[in-house]
């Protein structure tokens, strides 16, 4: 399974995409406040160990502003556009004296934008933009880890009036698991073993994320000795570099012994 949620996004750094992309947007131009990016999204989620090992790909359900389908964003109703704002004659600016001093302020009628919307869009409101839920389908590659973040573009928020959408950013976590702690690209478990086979050697199951596999123990093996299975640990998302399994065998102390089993362990 898996669970997630989402936020507003800011200025992330992820591994699969362009960590310096244009996050902010907006600027100006001649003037004239350019209509703002959409904001970017981060999406929480979260995966079981095997689910980050193996890798899969999930369907999110992201809520979101998008562009008007009715007026194409524009924010304009159908048949008719935005006329340029009379107050600063599509400048999106205009000049307060005051003494000596001229002073640049945004438009109080446009609010920096130059144009005015006379006859809003019925489905938006003018806003150029609505509430909407969308599904994707993103590929999680094998191997990552929490805290990793995959970046996919375009899938914020939708800009302002026909601006550029952002960027939604879909953050990993993973959950602790039963038998398994993760460290990089390493795997480790705590095997229990017992008396006769830490004394006497043998072979013991021990659990892998791909099923169990048989370990040989030598004799007079130690409690908490450590034993490396190379090649049995995580697979990196960014080198492919394959880690190990680490086994600590930990000896079980034998109870309920009957008064031969007592007498042989005192020889």
Excluded: W
């Excluded at 938006?124 to 969308?134: A, P, T, Y």
């Excluded at 994320?209 to 030598?218: C, E, M, Q, S, T």
Aim: aromatic letters at 6%.
């Amino acid at each position: 399974g898996g669970g997630g949620g989402f936020g507003g996004g800011g200025d992330f750094g992820d591994v699969f995409g362009d960590v310096f992309g244009d996050i902010f947007g907006g600027g100006r131009r001649g003037g004239q406040r350019q209509a703002a990016r959409g904001s970017d999204l981060r999406y929480n989620l979260e995966l079981s160990l095997e689910e980050a090992v193996r890798g899969l790909t999930k369907e999110l359900r992201i809520p979101t502003l998008a562009a008007c389908d009715v007026c194409d964003g524009s924010g304009a109703k159908k048949g008719s556009s935005p006329t340029t704002c009379g107050t600063c004659h599509g400048q999106g600016q205009v000049q307060m004296r005051q003494g000596f001093f001229a002073v640049q302020q945004a438009c109080p009628t446009c609010h920096g934008r130059g144009k005015i919307i006379k006859d809003p869009c019925n489905k938006c409101h003018g806003e150029g933009r609505v509430e909407k839920s969308k599904t994707l389908s993103v590929k999680i590659p094998a191997g990552v880890d929490t805290g990793d973040r995959i970046r996919l573009s375009g899938e914020g928020e939708a800009g302002e009036f026909g601006a550029p959408p952002g960027d939604l950013y879909v953050q990993v976590s993973v959950r602790e698991h039963a038998i398994f702690q993760r460290d990089g690209n390493n795997l480790y478990c705590e095997v229990p073993i017992s008396f006769s086979k830490a004394a006497l050697g043998g072979e013991i199951e021990v659990p892998t994320l791909d099923g169990k596999v048989n370990l040989k123990i030598p004799t007079e093996t130690q409690t908490g000795r450590m034993f490396r299975m190379r090649g049995k640990g995580v697979k990196s998302v960014r080198s492919h570099a394959v880690g190990d399994l680490l086994c600590k065998v930990v000896m079980e102390t034998p109870v309920n012994l009957n008064e031969r089993q007592k007498e042989l362990l005192r020889e």
